[in-house]
């Protein structure tokens, strides 16, 4: 059996609203393309009507129907590996492990009621979630994993505040995820089985033995490639193997990142759409804002009055890096 699991991230840059990092993990015969198998269902160079596009998220979300195309594929992904698509954000941040307690100490996170999907037709997303997980059973493959983590502002200071590096604290959040799909690879492996994880590279970084030696104590790390654009490792632990690739444009490399991808950037979306609606409530003619630095610092601008006099928590809000 081969094993692709693919590691990916939205939301580094800005200043308002969670980074979120996805993992992935399909199983299928050798040789198996996942963009093959499921051509009937999914594109990957360009929207089609009727299919769900895996590729770079940035690339799915572009456009006025931006966000419908990026909804469909992230749930109906979801869909294929649970069976149904959540109802809410809260029931899917939920179903996905978080601890809500943390992000309701933000109002703007006080209620998670918003309803899924928020553009897409939900019965479309269940049948071609059906048809998906059918295409890949017929062909041998199962979608085993999709695994979705957000590091909300305040979690993402403390982290600043820990290592006071913010590369340090991006690999941190981001290892969290890779070492949930390692540890459930390792889990499932065989001898004679191959596992393969391809990430998106992390920032700048071109070294990882020791941040993989510490996620994974009880394997023998060797360095097979470490240069500009690509790093690559094989972890050994008792007669099982997995490769780990470091990768710029790791989206355009492999589906599960590519995928992972699309699920971190809906889930950011979706928060970023709470942090919105909520201080609309308060300003109702304030233009919604993406977090990005420029945007964000004039929507911060526009909403100062209501932070002041609500006495909002700043460390909740406003990222420090």
């Given at each position: 059996m081969n094993y692709l699991a693919g590691v990916d991230e939205a939301g580094l840059g800005p200043i308002l609203g969670p980074l979120v990092v996805s993992g992935v993990t399909l199983a299928g015969p050798e040789g198996t393309a996942p963009w093959r198998l499921l051509q009937r269902h999914v594109s990957k160079l360009k929207h089609k009507q009727g299919k769900v596009r895996v590729a770079d998220s940035k690339r799915v979300h572009q456009g006025p129907h931006g966000l419908r195309r990026l909804e469909e594929t992230a749930l109906v992904f979801w869909t294929a590996l649970h069976g149904e698509p959540p109802a809410t954000l809260g029931e899917w941040l939920v179903a996905l492990g978080h601890d809500l307690a943390p992000l309701q100490r933000c109002p703007w996170y006080e209620d998670l009621d918003l309803e899924l999907p928020r553009r897409a037709d939900r019965d479309w997303i269940a049948l071609t979630g059906a048809l998906v997980a059918r295409t890949l059973q017929k062909g041998g493959c199962e979608l085993l994993d999709?695994?979705?983590?957000?590091v909300d502002v305040e979690e993402w200071n403390q982290l600043i505040a820990d290592t006071d590096n913010k590369s340090k604290a991006h690999f941190h959040a981001?290892?969290?995820?890779l070492g949930t799909l390692l540890l459930r690879l390792f889990g499932r492996l065989q001898s004679d089985d191959h596992a393969h994880l391809i990430a998106d590279r992390c920032g700048g970084r071109m070294h990882y033995r020791h941040d993989l030696q510490r996620l994974c104590p009880d394997a023998n790390v060797t360095v097979l490639a470490e240069a500009a654009g690509l790093s690559r490792y094989l972890l050994a632990q008792r007669?099982?193997?997995?490769?780990?690739t470091f990768a710029e444009r790791a989206e355009d490399r492999a589906f599960p990142t590519a995928l992972a991808s699309c699920?971190?950037?809906y889930l950011r979306e979706l928060m970023v759409e709470c942090l919105n609606r909520w201080f609309r409530r308060q300003v109702p003619d304030l233009k919604p804002t993406a977090g990005y630095?420029?945007?964000?610092?004039r929507f911060l601008a526009d909403v100062a009055p209501q932070i002041e006099s609500l006495q909002l928590p700043r460390h909740r809000l406003v990222r420090v890096r």
């Open positions: 999709i695994a979705v983590r957000a981001y290892a969290e995820v007669q099982r193997t997995v490769q780990i699920c971190a950037k630095y420029v945007d964000g610092h």
